[in-house]
């Protein structure tokens, strides 16, 4: 139980384009997401809270305009990375979290996606 | 948000025990401490969690002492595959909304053989 998947997996872009990238709790209602970055050898970075059916919450110096964040549902979150750049070239990681079912609120990490910004 | 302090690296050989020590001394009383584990390029997995004393499961155990200002990770005979970047957490997660996590810099171990 409590699995998150992320999509896609990796993906290549050219600068100026933008990525959507999709963040899926499988077994759970997911009433919190989060999104994280980590850039290689580094810890991980939250950018954003998002709670079901209100805006995200983002961390100081964090680009709402850039990376914009939607939690439509109890199951699905997306971050859209608009104009990226390659310095937006990173790992980017889900994670979910629910208060209305048995899992002490631990958030269950996605598989991560790896963004290329060419 | 508690912060944590853990070893950047540990050397291990396979079949040995392996503890991990977090300090959190500004851990608030409705805090609870969480470890995860990180491959590269993967999402981090959950491992274990706990607010005092001992907490064991299939995989590890957690040893809090009763100040909770720190607590330690054992990992029993561990194997190549347990080499990853182990993250320990504080955070209130009975809040009605989930807490925020704050990610240090983690444990890097490396197992040989």
């Known amino acids: 139980g409590a699995v998150v998947s992320q999509h896609p997996s990796r993906v290549i872009c050219k600068s100026g384009t933008s990525v959507k990238i999709e963040c899926r709790s499988l077994d759970f209602q997911a009433t919190t997401m989060f999104w994280y970055r980590q850039f290689p050898k580094q810890s991980l970075m939250l950018m954003a809270t998002s709670n079901e059916g209100s805006k995200a919450t983002y961390e100081q110096g964090v680009e709402k305009d850039k990376f914009l964040i939607n939690h439509a549902s109890l199951t699905l979150s997306t971050l859209t990375v608009t104009s990226a750049h390659p310095e937006d070239s990173s790992f980017y990681i889900c994670?979910?979290?629910?208060?209305?079912?048995?899992?002490?609120?631990?958030?269950?990490f996605g598989p991560g996606t790896r963004l290329l910004v060419l | 948000l508690a912060k944590t302090t853990q070893p950047i690296s540990m050397d291990s050989y396979e079949g040995q025990e392996v503890n991990i020590t977090c300090s959190h001394n500004n851990i608030a009383t409705n805090d609870y401490i969480t470890w995860y584990q990180q491959f590269p390029s993967q999402g981090p997995r959950f491992i274990i969690q706990?607010?005092?004393t001992k907490v064991t499961n299939e995989v590890a155990s957690l040893f809090i002492p009763a100040d909770r200002k720190s607590s330690t990770l054992s990992l029993p005979r561990v194997s190549l595959s347990d080499t990853a970047v182990y993250y320990c957490l504080v955070g209130d997660i009975y809040t009605g909304t989930a807490s925020k996590l704050t990610f240090g810099t983690g444990t890097r171990l490396q197992v040989t053989l």
């Open positions: 706990g607010y005092k």
């Open positions: 994670s979910a979290s629910s208060h209305r079912e048995l899992l002490q609120e631990t958030q269950y």
